[in-house]
């Protein structure tokens, strides 16, 4: 039962940072955030469905809070984050393969987005061209700065991850390696 709860708490933990970490970084890059020529780069976090499940809530609470506190029309708050929802969900699916999960919300924003600015905001852009300007945003938020992000550690297999969530042993090995470092041990890794 314990462990249960802490895979919860965990999982809320991580959902909860990503959301705060999405949301601070589109109020501070509001300006290129947000219009027909956007680039949001909180949409790099997008990929993080790729180590942990916690993120596919934390990226749409991110995105729904930004969208709020900026002021979005409401056909933007609602589908605008069911499109980086739709993104999240598909990087969580595609999670096997380093490589495709960042196609997911790339994929979704460039079809999702142009309807909402030409509804919500009235943009007199073409939806095709729309689509390629949002598309643009997308592919150099997601697949250039996320490009980064998304290599695992050296060694990284997932299988300790805190966000596969619910693994108490992993916490307790890491202890035990801070313990042995603090008592001088020059190798706590072992």
Aim: proline letters at 8%; aromatic letters at 10%; hydrophobic letters at 50%.
């Amino acid at each position: 039962m314990r462990e249960k709860n802490n895979k919860t708490v965990y999982f809320v933990a991580y959902g909860a940072v990503i959301a705060a970490i999405y949301t601070v970084l589109t109020l501070v890059f509001a300006p290129i955030s947000f219009g027909p020529v956007q680039f949001r780069i909180a949409e790099a976090l997008c990929i993080l469905p790729f180590f942990t499940p916690a993120a596919v809530p934390g990226v749409f609470i991110g995105c729904l809070l930004s969208n709020l506190l900026c002021g979005a029309a409401p056909l933007d708050i609602v589908f605008g984050s069911l499109a980086t929802l739709i993104g999240a969900a598909g990087s969580y699916g595609l999670r096997g393969n380093k490589w495709l999960v960042c196609l997911p919300p790339i994929a979704a924003n460039t079809a999702i987005i142009p309807w909402v600015l030409r509804f919500a905001y009235g943009s007199p852009d073409l939806i095709p061209v729309a689509m390629v300007t949002v598309g643009i945003g997308e592919i150099l938020a997601i697949g250039v700065l996320a490009a980064g992000e998304k290599r695992a550690p050296s060694g990284y297999d997932g299988s300790d991850d805190i966000g596969a969530i619910g693994r108490i042993a992993p916490i307790q090995r890491d202890r035990r390696k801070m313990q042995r470092f603090r008592d001088g041990d020059p190798e706590p890794g072992r």
